[in-house]
Each structure stands twice: as structure tokens, then as C-alpha cells.
């Protein structure tokens, strides 16, 4: 049998698409989306994501956060949720390389600006990266038009406190539903599975931890 290619020592017995050639199963699961830019179809990044999904246990600071927000604030804002994930994934389209660490650190400039807005002083803390920086810019525009007032109904436009409340919640359930590796898709993978399962708007989206 051939040996791996990355590393030269082991016989490659996985296939690997990203390579498209055989590498050997330590390799790939110890350089996967890390090294190895891993095609969201592919068998063993499911497994492996399946895996350690399963063997990691929720951090307490995050769950203890996640659990603040009940049932009833997910569905009262599935619209704003909704177009948030997708006006991610219409950003993911364009820029295919994007990673869950871009959308991680979106958010978080996210909450830092409408925090500055709710307090009386308008100030954009932008990300670094022109790929956080366009998803910055989709993102804000929608939020922009949730929290002016509505011309039919005033009472239907956005606080910014609830901009806030939501934005923190988009951040822990990113995090927790990713991982540490550096080009990390778990999350965006699992947005796109499960928007494909819902009509937009009408339905709140799932966005649950683990």
C-alpha cells in the first residue's frame, strides 16, 4: 500500500477529496480543517464532526448564557433570526471560503456597535478582513432595517436592547456549535441543513446547543 503522502510514514487508506488522493487516517483527523481544507460533503469530516460532538462536554459559562433565552424569545424574533442566518449563508455563497471563526467575530463587532447605538453614541467596530468586513456589512443592513420604525406599525420595529439580546445569542450558539480547528464550516454546515428544513420567517430556526 502506498504511503501518506503528508506524512511519509503511514500507509494511506482514506481517501481524501480536498487532496484528491489517499492519506492515512491519522492525517486526516489530526490535520482536518486545520491543514486540510475539508469539502463540507465529505465522510470522514462528518464522522469525525459526529464524533466530538459527542465526547464535548457544553461549557458552563456558555450553556448557563444560552439558557436565559427560552422558546418564547426565539419565536418572537424568528424573522430578525432567520434573515441573520440567511443573510449568512447568501454571504457564504459568494465567498466560499469563509469559515465559522469569520461569522464568530461578525457578531461580536455586531454587539459591540449596537451596544455603542443603544447608549446614544453611533461608533462601527469593524472586523478586520474584507470577508468579515462584507459580512459585517450585510449583516448591519438588515439590522438597520429591523430597528427603524415601521411605516405600518411603529411598535414592530426592533429595540436595540432585543439587537443586542439577539446578537449574543447568535454568538454562543455559533460557538458552541462549532470547533476549535482554524477553517472550521461545522456551523455554517449545520445553518445550511437546517434552513433547508424550514420556510423563512414563519418558522423560528432551531439554533439550539448541544
Known sequence: MARCPLC???????????????????????????????????????????????????????????????KSFIYRHAPVLNAVCLGVLEERALTPWMVDSDVIEVFKNLTATMKTLSSGIYYETLPEG????????????????????????????????DAVDILNFLTYAATVNSNSRPRSRQYLDLLNNMLEQIEPVKQAPSLIVP
Open 8 to 70: 511519509s510514514e503511514r500507509p494511506a487508506k482514506r481517501f481524501c477529496p480536498a487532496k484528491e488522493t489517499r492519506i492515512c487516517p491519522v492525517c486526516c483527523g489530526s490535520k482536518r480543517e486545520v491543514e486540510i481544507d475539508c469539502p463540507s460533503s465529505c465522510y470522514h469530516l462528518m464522522a469525525g464532526r459526529a464524533y466530538e460532538g459527542d465526547q464535548r462536554a457544553p461549557e458552563p459559562q456558555l450553556a448557563s448564557v444560552v439558557q436565559a433565552f427560552d
Open 130 to 161: 474584507a470577508v468579515r468586513v462584507s459580512l459585517f456589512r450585510r449583516l448591519k443592513d438588515l439590522f438597520d432595517g429591523f430597528v427603524q420604525p415601521q411605516p405600518s406599525n411603529l411598535e414592530q420595529s426592533l429595540k436595540v436592547s
